[in-house]
Protein backbone atom coordinates (compact mmCIF):
# COMPACT_ATOMS: atom_id res chain seq x y z
CA UNK A 1 0.00 0.00 0.00
CA UNK A 2 2.97 2.41 1.05
CA UNK A 3 4.54 1.72 -2.67
CA UNK A 4 1.02 2.44 -4.69
CA UNK A 5 0.95 5.56 -2.44
CA UNK A 6 4.36 6.84 -3.24
CA UNK A 7 3.77 5.67 -6.88
CA UNK A 8 0.52 7.93 -7.30
CA UNK A 9 2.27 10.54 -5.57
CA UNK A 10 4.66 10.96 -8.41
CA UNK A 11 2.26 10.47 -10.86
CA UNK A 12 0.03 13.33 -9.30
CA UNK A 13 3.16 15.46 -9.43
CA UNK A 14 4.28 14.73 -13.27
CA UNK A 15 0.77 15.47 -14.77
CA UNK A 16 0.73 18.75 -12.09
CA UNK A 17 4.37 19.62 -13.53
CA UNK A 18 3.25 19.04 -17.04
CA UNK A 19 -0.28 21.19 -16.86
CA UNK A 20 2.22 24.38 -15.22
CA UNK A 21 4.91 24.06 -18.45
CA UNK A 22 1.86 23.70 -20.59
CA UNK A 23 0.08 26.98 -19.22
CA UNK A 24 3.46 28.83 -19.10
CA UNK A 25 4.52 28.31 -22.99
CA UNK A 26 0.71 28.89 -24.19
CA UNK A 27 0.58 32.09 -21.85
CA UNK A 28 4.14 33.22 -23.60
CA UNK A 29 3.00 32.49 -27.22
CA UNK A 30 0.14 34.55 -26.74
CA UNK A 31 1.77 37.51 -25.72
CA UNK A 32 4.30 37.10 -28.30
CA UNK A 33 1.50 37.39 -30.91
CA UNK A 34 -0.72 40.02 -28.64
CA UNK A 35 1.98 42.44 -29.23
CA UNK A 36 1.85 42.29 -33.05
CA UNK A 37 -1.74 42.57 -32.75
CA UNK A 38 -3.93 43.50 -36.24
CA UNK A 39 -6.62 42.46 -37.21
CA UNK A 40 -8.42 43.64 -40.83
CA UNK A 41 -12.20 42.93 -41.79
CA UNK A 42 -13.36 42.65 -45.11
CA UNK A 43 -17.99 43.20 -46.12
CA UNK A 44 -19.75 44.07 -48.79
CA UNK A 45 -23.16 45.61 -48.64
CA UNK A 46 -24.18 42.88 -51.37
CA UNK A 47 -23.16 39.98 -52.72
CA UNK A 48 -25.53 39.92 -55.62
CA UNK A 49 -25.45 42.77 -57.84
CA UNK A 50 -26.77 43.63 -61.47
CA UNK A 51 -23.94 44.64 -64.19
CA UNK A 52 -23.06 47.74 -64.01
CA UNK A 53 -24.49 48.24 -60.16
CA UNK A 54 -22.23 50.31 -57.81
CA UNK A 55 -21.88 48.85 -54.63
CA UNK A 56 -19.71 49.54 -50.90
CA UNK A 57 -16.50 46.97 -50.45
CA UNK A 58 -15.37 48.00 -46.80
CA UNK A 59 -11.85 47.52 -45.19
CA UNK A 60 -11.67 47.84 -41.38
CA UNK A 61 -8.63 47.38 -40.01
CA UNK A 62 -7.43 47.32 -35.96
CA UNK A 63 -4.51 47.69 -34.42
CA UNK A 64 -2.63 47.51 -30.72
CA UNK A 65 -0.84 50.40 -29.64
CA UNK A 66 2.92 50.57 -30.59
CA UNK A 67 1.99 49.13 -34.72
CA UNK A 68 2.49 51.32 -37.12
CA UNK A 69 -0.02 51.32 -40.25
CA UNK A 70 1.10 52.08 -43.31
CA UNK A 71 -0.31 54.31 -46.06
CA UNK A 72 -2.79 52.55 -48.41
CA UNK A 73 -2.07 53.10 -51.75
CA UNK A 74 -5.87 52.51 -53.66
CA UNK A 75 -5.63 50.29 -56.58
CA UNK A 76 -7.43 51.08 -59.89
CA UNK A 77 -9.02 47.56 -59.69
CA UNK A 78 -9.93 44.51 -57.80
CA UNK A 79 -10.25 41.94 -59.59
CA UNK A 80 -12.65 41.66 -62.09
CA UNK A 81 -14.44 44.91 -60.71
CA UNK A 82 -13.21 48.72 -61.16
CA UNK A 83 -12.51 50.91 -58.26
CA UNK A 84 -15.22 53.84 -59.22
CA UNK A 85 -14.51 55.72 -55.63
CA UNK A 86 -12.52 55.49 -52.48
CA UNK A 87 -12.81 56.86 -49.33
CA UNK A 88 -10.33 56.69 -46.01
CA UNK A 89 -11.65 57.64 -42.34
CA UNK A 90 -9.33 59.09 -40.43
CA UNK A 91 -7.24 57.21 -37.49
CA UNK A 92 -9.60 56.58 -34.30
CA UNK A 93 -8.96 55.09 -31.10
CA UNK A 94 -10.96 52.17 -29.66
CA UNK A 95 -10.95 50.35 -26.77
CA UNK A 96 -8.19 48.96 -25.21
CA UNK A 97 -5.16 51.17 -26.24
CA UNK A 98 -6.44 50.11 -30.29
CA UNK A 99 -6.94 52.27 -33.21
CA UNK A 100 -9.15 51.47 -36.28
CA UNK A 101 -9.20 52.54 -39.44
CA UNK A 102 -12.21 52.61 -42.19
CA UNK A 103 -11.54 52.20 -45.93
CA UNK A 104 -14.68 52.29 -48.27
CA UNK A 105 -14.18 51.49 -52.35
CA UNK A 106 -16.95 52.16 -54.56
CA UNK A 107 -16.93 48.65 -56.96
CA UNK A 108 -18.61 48.29 -60.56
CA UNK A 109 -18.29 45.52 -63.15
CA UNK A 110 -19.83 45.40 -66.68
CA UNK A 111 -19.30 41.36 -66.78
CA UNK A 112 -22.12 38.76 -65.51
CA UNK A 113 -20.71 35.58 -63.90
CA UNK A 114 -19.09 34.63 -60.22
CA UNK A 115 -16.39 36.94 -59.51
CA UNK A 116 -14.28 37.14 -56.38
CA UNK A 117 -12.74 40.48 -54.76
CA UNK A 118 -9.48 38.79 -54.36
CA UNK A 119 -7.52 39.56 -50.42
CA UNK A 120 -6.37 43.08 -49.92
CA UNK A 121 -2.62 43.12 -48.46
CA UNK A 122 -2.15 45.44 -46.17
CA UNK A 123 1.18 46.28 -44.75
CA UNK A 124 2.12 48.05 -41.54
CA UNK A 125 5.28 47.34 -38.72
CA UNK A 126 5.65 45.98 -35.73
CA UNK A 127 6.44 48.11 -32.18
CA UNK A 128 9.95 46.33 -33.28
CA UNK A 129 10.47 48.03 -36.68
CA UNK A 130 9.98 44.81 -38.42
CA UNK A 131 7.69 45.36 -41.52
CA UNK A 132 5.05 42.89 -42.36
CA UNK A 133 1.74 42.40 -44.25
CA UNK A 134 -1.72 40.82 -43.40
CA UNK A 135 -4.42 40.03 -45.83
CA UNK A 136 -8.25 40.40 -45.53
CA UNK A 137 -10.53 37.18 -46.48
CA UNK A 138 -11.50 37.24 -49.74
CA UNK A 139 -15.52 38.05 -51.21
CA UNK A 140 -17.61 36.16 -53.97
CA UNK A 141 -19.61 37.97 -55.74
CA UNK A 142 -22.64 36.81 -58.16
CA UNK A 143 -23.32 39.52 -60.73
CA UNK A 144 -26.28 39.16 -62.35
CA UNK A 145 -27.40 40.30 -65.90
CA UNK A 146 -30.87 42.79 -66.53
CA UNK A 147 -33.75 40.31 -66.69
CA UNK A 148 -36.91 41.27 -69.19
CA UNK A 149 -40.50 39.72 -68.10
CA UNK A 150 -42.41 37.95 -70.39
CA UNK A 151 -44.97 40.78 -70.51
CA UNK A 152 -41.84 43.22 -71.20
CA UNK A 153 -41.21 40.68 -74.26
CA UNK A 154 -44.83 41.04 -75.81
CA UNK A 155 -44.68 44.81 -75.36
CA UNK A 156 -41.98 44.58 -78.20
CA UNK A 157 -43.97 44.44 -81.69
CA UNK A 158 -42.68 44.59 -85.08
CA UNK A 159 -42.44 47.54 -87.59
CA UNK A 160 -45.18 48.82 -88.95
CA UNK A 161 -45.67 48.78 -92.68
CA UNK A 162 -45.39 51.85 -94.50
CA UNK A 163 -48.47 54.64 -94.45
CA UNK A 164 -49.45 56.09 -97.83
CA UNK A 165 -49.46 59.63 -97.62
CA UNK A 166 -52.62 62.08 -99.01
CA UNK A 167 -52.19 64.92 -101.61
CA UNK A 168 -53.81 67.53 -98.91
CA UNK A 169 -51.58 66.22 -96.21
CA UNK A 170 -48.58 66.41 -98.59
CA UNK A 171 -49.40 69.96 -99.16
CA UNK A 172 -49.66 70.56 -95.75
CA UNK A 173 -46.37 69.06 -94.55
CA UNK A 174 -44.66 71.19 -97.71
CA UNK A 175 -45.77 73.85 -96.12
CA UNK A 176 -44.71 72.94 -92.66
CA UNK A 177 -41.02 72.18 -93.81
CA UNK A 178 -41.20 75.67 -95.80
CA UNK A 179 -42.18 77.56 -92.82
CA UNK A 180 -39.43 76.06 -90.54
CA UNK A 181 -36.50 76.67 -93.10
CA UNK A 182 -37.86 79.96 -93.31
CA UNK A 183 -37.04 80.40 -89.36
CA UNK A 184 -34.34 78.55 -89.80
CA UNK A 185 -32.61 81.56 -92.07
CA UNK A 186 -33.88 83.77 -90.15
CA UNK A 187 -32.10 82.77 -86.87
CA UNK A 188 -28.45 82.88 -89.06
CA UNK A 189 -29.30 86.11 -90.40
CA UNK A 190 -30.05 87.31 -86.59
CA UNK A 191 -26.61 85.21 -85.40
CA UNK A 192 -24.37 86.83 -87.72
CA UNK A 193 -25.90 90.39 -87.74
CA UNK A 194 -26.51 90.77 -84.16
CA UNK A 195 -25.90 87.77 -81.25
CA UNK A 196 -22.64 87.68 -82.92
CA UNK A 197 -21.29 90.93 -82.22
CA UNK A 198 -22.65 90.43 -78.23
CA UNK A 199 -20.38 86.73 -78.16
CA UNK A 200 -16.76 89.09 -79.64
CA UNK A 201 -17.52 91.29 -76.66
CA UNK A 202 -18.25 88.48 -74.64
CA UNK A 203 -14.81 86.63 -76.05
CA UNK A 204 -13.27 90.01 -75.58
CA UNK A 205 -13.97 90.51 -71.77
CA UNK A 206 -13.33 86.71 -71.07
CA UNK A 207 -9.98 87.11 -72.95
CA UNK A 208 -8.80 89.88 -70.68
CA UNK A 209 -9.85 88.02 -67.41
CA UNK A 210 -7.91 84.61 -68.64
CA UNK A 211 -4.66 86.68 -68.98
CA UNK A 212 -4.48 86.29 -65.14
CA UNK A 213 -1.71 83.54 -64.74
CA UNK A 214 -2.85 80.92 -62.45
CA UNK A 215 -1.22 81.23 -59.48
CA UNK A 216 -2.30 84.66 -59.33
CA UNK A 217 -5.74 84.01 -59.96
CA UNK A 218 -5.63 81.24 -57.32
CA UNK A 219 -3.98 83.42 -54.79
CA UNK A 220 -7.17 86.06 -55.26
CA UNK A 221 -9.89 83.65 -54.45
CA UNK A 222 -7.52 82.45 -51.47
CA UNK A 223 -7.63 86.06 -50.27
CA UNK A 224 -11.25 86.24 -51.11
CA UNK A 225 -11.63 83.04 -49.15
CA UNK A 226 -10.56 84.10 -46.18
CA UNK A 227 -12.06 87.12 -45.69
CA UNK A 228 -15.30 85.70 -45.91
CA UNK A 229 -17.73 84.55 -43.16
CA UNK A 230 -18.41 80.81 -43.90
CA UNK A 231 -15.94 78.95 -42.08
CA UNK A 232 -17.48 80.96 -38.76
CA UNK A 233 -21.15 81.46 -39.78
CA UNK A 234 -21.13 77.17 -40.09
CA UNK A 235 -21.07 76.82 -43.50
CA UNK A 236 -18.55 74.52 -43.68
CA UNK A 237 -19.44 72.27 -46.75
CA UNK A 238 -19.48 75.52 -48.92
CA UNK A 239 -16.61 76.84 -47.36
CA UNK A 240 -14.65 73.74 -48.34
CA UNK A 241 -16.25 73.31 -51.38
CA UNK A 242 -15.18 76.39 -52.77
CA UNK A 243 -11.37 75.50 -51.16
CA UNK A 244 -11.56 72.09 -53.17
CA UNK A 245 -12.56 74.35 -56.22
CA UNK A 246 -10.05 76.73 -55.79
CA UNK A 247 -7.30 73.99 -55.93
CA UNK A 248 -8.67 71.78 -58.96
CA UNK A 249 -8.60 75.08 -61.48
CA UNK A 250 -5.32 75.91 -60.23
CA UNK A 251 -3.98 72.24 -60.96
CA UNK A 252 -6.08 72.69 -64.03
CA UNK A 253 -4.85 75.23 -64.99
CA UNK A 254 -0.89 74.88 -64.10
CA UNK A 255 -1.03 71.42 -65.60
CA UNK A 256 -3.49 71.48 -68.44
CA UNK A 257 -5.62 69.01 -67.22
CA UNK A 258 -9.44 68.71 -66.76
CA UNK A 259 -8.82 67.99 -62.61
CA UNK A 260 -12.48 70.08 -62.21
CA UNK A 261 -14.59 67.20 -62.98
CA UNK A 262 -12.12 64.29 -61.22
CA UNK A 263 -12.79 62.83 -58.20
CA UNK A 264 -9.87 62.74 -55.44
CA UNK A 265 -9.16 59.37 -56.17
CA UNK A 266 -8.71 59.61 -60.38
CA UNK A 267 -6.46 63.06 -59.72
CA UNK A 268 -4.08 61.60 -57.02
CA UNK A 269 -3.55 58.71 -59.79
CA UNK A 270 -2.76 61.84 -62.32
CA UNK A 271 -1.29 63.98 -60.29
CA UNK A 272 1.35 60.61 -59.26
CA UNK A 273 1.35 58.83 -63.19
CA UNK A 274 1.36 61.76 -65.49
CA UNK A 275 2.16 65.07 -63.96
CA UNK A 276 5.10 63.49 -61.61
CA UNK A 277 4.49 65.76 -59.15
CA UNK A 278 7.26 65.79 -56.17
CA UNK A 279 6.14 63.30 -53.57
CA UNK A 280 5.90 66.26 -50.79
CA UNK A 281 3.85 68.65 -52.85
CA UNK A 282 1.66 66.14 -53.84
CA UNK A 283 0.91 64.42 -50.82
CA UNK A 284 0.30 68.04 -49.88
CA UNK A 285 -2.09 68.39 -51.61
CA UNK A 286 -4.47 64.74 -51.21
CA UNK A 287 -3.96 66.07 -47.20
CA UNK A 288 -6.43 69.41 -48.54
CA UNK A 289 -8.48 67.82 -51.02
CA UNK A 290 -9.02 64.74 -48.60
CA UNK A 291 -10.05 67.10 -45.44
CA UNK A 292 -12.13 69.06 -47.75
CA UNK A 293 -14.53 65.42 -48.69
CA UNK A 294 -14.54 64.50 -44.82
CA UNK A 295 -16.30 67.91 -44.34
CA UNK A 296 -18.66 67.45 -47.69
CA UNK A 297 -19.21 64.04 -47.60
CA UNK A 298 -18.39 62.19 -44.01
CA UNK A 299 -19.90 65.26 -41.56
CA UNK A 300 -16.05 66.09 -39.95
CA UNK A 301 -16.61 69.04 -38.10
CA UNK A 302 -12.64 70.77 -38.29
CA UNK A 303 -11.40 72.83 -34.78
CA UNK A 304 -11.88 76.54 -35.32
CA UNK A 305 -8.48 77.34 -36.16
CA UNK A 306 -8.59 74.97 -39.29
CA UNK A 307 -9.86 78.03 -41.71
CA UNK A 308 -6.06 79.94 -41.75
CA UNK A 309 -4.18 77.08 -41.70
CA UNK A 310 -5.66 75.33 -44.56
CA UNK A 311 -5.82 78.38 -46.55
CA UNK A 312 -2.19 78.86 -46.00
CA UNK A 313 -1.21 75.40 -46.75
CA UNK A 314 -2.91 75.84 -50.27
CA UNK A 315 -1.24 79.36 -50.71
CA UNK A 316 2.26 77.45 -50.23
CA UNK A 317 0.94 75.15 -52.77
CA UNK A 318 0.73 77.49 -55.16
CA UNK A 319 3.66 79.17 -54.22
CA UNK A 320 5.78 76.49 -54.48
CA UNK A 321 4.61 75.05 -58.37
CA UNK A 322 3.94 78.12 -59.86
CA UNK A 323 5.12 79.39 -62.97
CA UNK A 324 8.51 81.92 -62.65
CA UNK A 325 9.71 83.89 -66.21
CA UNK A 326 13.09 84.50 -65.70
CA UNK A 327 13.89 88.15 -66.44
CA UNK A 328 16.59 87.94 -68.97
CA UNK A 329 15.16 85.58 -71.66
CA UNK A 330 11.44 85.47 -70.09
CA UNK A 331 11.73 81.65 -70.21
CA UNK A 332 9.42 80.50 -68.00
CA UNK A 333 10.62 77.68 -65.05
CA UNK A 334 8.82 75.90 -63.23
CA UNK A 335 9.77 76.39 -59.33
CA UNK A 336 9.03 72.90 -58.43
CA UNK A 337 10.43 69.56 -59.31
CA UNK A 338 9.16 66.76 -60.36
CA UNK A 339 10.16 63.17 -59.88
Same mark, same amino acid.
Given at each position: ???????????????????????????????????????????????????????????????????????????????????????????????????????????????????????????? =?? +??????? *????? @?? %??? !???????????????????????????????????????????????????????????????????????????????????????????????????????????????????????????????? =?? +??????? *????? @?? %??? !?????????????????????????????????????????????????
Amino acid at each position: MLILSRHNCRDAIYRASTLILLFIFVFAFCNLFAADDIVVKANTDRTKILIGDVFNYTLTVEWAEGNELSRIEPPMALGAFEVRDYQSSETKKIINNKFAKTINFKLSTYDTGEYEIPAFDIKY =KT +KDGMEKS *IKSAP @IK %IVV !EGIKISEAEKRDIRDIKLPVMVKADTLVRNLIIICALFLIIIAGILYYFLIYRKKLKAMANIEAIEALLPPDEEAIKSLEELAKSTYFEEGKLKYFYSILSGIIKRYISRRYLINAIDMTTYELIYVM =KK +KIRLAEN *IRTRI @ID %ILD !ECDLVKFAKFIPDANRKLIIIDASRGIVEETKEVKAPENGLVVAKEVAV
